[in-house]
């Protein structure tokens, strides 16, 4: 049997597209997280990493902030929490129940971008957008070619003295450019959703 041909990992982003800035994307949420959720930031961030999977960042983020509100209000709302849980996608269902009990969250993308928001910046995030950075097709993405990625990455980046976050951040931020799409930072998501709903109802009740 003919041996598959290993796939080259050439990084597809033009040093022109580059926005350094982005260095501080994990930091800078890590922080609004923590400024809004208090004691339960880490389980917001659990919460926001398994509902993340093909999902766009604002959207992202108001269903996390909605799980987070139903169930912190779960005494005084049960129907709320239940009907949000109800109308996950099945593969998000699996890893809220997860956070929710305290248990680490399963997947290697969600895994890796909850311990990036919780301030391990050594594990890197590999979605759709960085495996297009680098001519991945995503369904090619298996946990040995997952590992070869990370690792790539993470000696780029230590070679560059960046933290290999950091410059995931950075790569995604490029692609979703050179794609013709914004890039999205959870900070500038928020102040979006701030200004469409000054009185926080999609927190609260």
Not at 54 to 68: D, P, S
Not at 77 to 99: A, K, W, Y
Not at 178 to 186: E, K, P
Request: proline content about 5%; charged content about 25%.
């Amino acid at each position: 049997m003919a041996k598959s041909k290993r796939i080259r990992l050439r990084l597809r982003v033009k040093p022109s597209e580059i926005d350094y800035s982005a260095l501080t994307w994990y930091p800078d949420a890590t922080k609004l997280i923590q400024d809004l959720y208090g004691d339960n930031w880490r389980l917001f961030v659990d919460l926001l990493a398994s509902t993340s999977p093909r999902m766009h960042v604002k959207k992202n983020w108001r269903i996390a902030a909605n799980l987070m509100s139903a169930y912190l209000n779960r005494t005084d709302r049960p129907d709320r929490f239940g009907d949000l849980l109800q109308s996950l996608m099945p593969t998000h269902l699996i890893n809220v129940l997860r956070s929710i009990r305290g248990v680490p969250i399963h997947g290697p993308k969600v895994s890796r971008f909850a311990e990036n928001l919780k301030g391990n910046l050594d594990a890197v995030t590999i979605d759709v957008w960085i495996c297009q950075a680098y001519g991945i097709p995503h369904k090619s993405l298996t946990p040995k070619l997952y590992a070869r990625l990370e690792k790539r990455i993470q000696t780029d980046a230590y070679r560059a003295h960046a933290t290999p976050a950091g410059l995931q951040a950075v790569i995604w931020y490029a692609i979703r450019r050179a794609s013709g799409l914004r890039d999205r930072s959870f900070a500038s998501v928020y102040r979006e959703i701030f200004c469409e709903t000054p009185s926080f109802s999609f927190m609260k009740d």
